[in-house]
């Protein structure tokens, strides 16, 4: 069976090596294994252009959302006062008092 792993030798900048140094002693864990842990996070990391991309996709399904039940609000609006006239509880003939400013 082969094994799984490949031996690299590896040159890094002495600061990066200090601060997985640092990681690895505050994580209780191998320089190894630090160095192994974060390529898989960064790997595992969405790349940013692919996240835009998902925020503009769900910003247009919002924004079509937002529109939808505007116009169901409206329409349900609209019908609400044409039900209202059609009875006799909207008078027409005099407008609404004038809405008071927000405090």
Do not use: C
């Not at 595992?44 to 609000?73: C, F, G, W």
């Not at 039900?83 to 405090?103: A, L, Q, T």
Request: aromatic fraction near 2%.
């Amino acid at each position: 069976m082969k094994d799984s792993t490949v031996k690299l030798n590896l040159r890094l900048p002495k600061a990066l090596h200090r601060h997985l140094v640092q990681q690895a002693k505050r994580n209780k864990t191998s320089l190894n294994t630090e160095i192994i842990d974060t390529l898989e996070r960064s790997r595992a990391q969405k790349n940013p252009s692919d996240v835009l991309q998902e925020m503009a996709v769900y910003s247009r399904r919002l924004d079509h959302l937002v529109t939808s039940i505007e116009s169901a609000t409206t329409k349900a609006t609209a019908g609400a006062a044409i039900s209202k006239f059609e009875s006799g509880k909207i008078n027409i003939s005099r407008p609404p008092p004038p809405k008071k400013p927000e405090s």
